[in-house]
């Protein structure tokens, strides 16, 4: 157990700009965990931007998107350069327009399938974040096994088509996958531990 990387998992801040790791392994862990997260009624209500280590452009317009809530108001931050990372997944909304014909059938009967429709999918965000953080969690120990590093990021504005265009949907959060640059320090504060267990899960 000691040599197991899940165990040494910390939130990077910055990736290795000069080392990435190969697209098909990437492809490759992606796949493999889409072919292994669940999703209900088979939907998938969620989509993956990837972005390689070719879109610096994306990657600084999802950047700016996390350092305000106005991105016009121009500030030094020291904070999400994990957007910078080789690959980040961008996790948004998706219209679930091409159910099985046993979700179609149940629409039929009267069934609401939210994320199937137009007007409510961008409404219903429990399902679809439960099963992104499904796909994450399990996406990362695949990383982290391949001594891979990753962080997250959620503090986006809902929408930045005015910086991303491309990006029409709703954002939920983003995962960075890479190697961390191990010339900046990775400080760890005796106050950032987290609460006793018992204070958190309740035997019954």
């Not at 994450?136 to 990383?143: E, P």
């Not at 959620?154 to 990006?167: G, K, R, S, V, Y």
């Amino acid at each position: 157990m000691k040599n197991n990387p899940i165990l040494n998992f910390k939130q990077i801040r910055h990736f290795r700009q000069d080392k990435h790791p190969e697209e098909e392994m990437i492809k490759s862990l992606i796949a493999e965990t889409y072919n292994l997260v669940p999703s209900k009624q088979n939907l998938v209500p969620y989509k993956i931007h990837v972005f390689g280590p070719n879109h610096s452009k994306e990657k600084e317009a999802l950047y700016l998107a996390t350092k305000s809530k106005n991105v016009y108001i121009n500030y030094n931050t020291l904070v999400n350069y994990q957007i910078f990372a080789s690959y980040v997944l961008l996790f948004t909304s998706r219209l679930c327009d091409n159910p099985s014909e046993s979700v179609k059938n149940s629409i039929k009967r009267g069934v609401r399938h939210l994320n199937c429709d137009l007007n409510e999918y961008k409404k219903s965000k429990i399902v679809p974040c439960i099963e992104i953080g499904m796909f994450c969690d399990n996406l990362a120990h695949m990383c982290l096994n391949n001594n891979l590093d990753i962080a997250y990021t959620a503090c986006f504005q809902q929408t930045i088509n005015h910086l991303m265009p491309e990006i029409k949907e709703d954002i939920y959060l983003s995962m960075s996958i890479g190697y961390a640059d191990d010339t900046y320090p990775y400080r760890k504060y005796k106050y950032q531990c987290k609460p006793n267990m018992k204070e958190v899960i309740d035997w019954h």
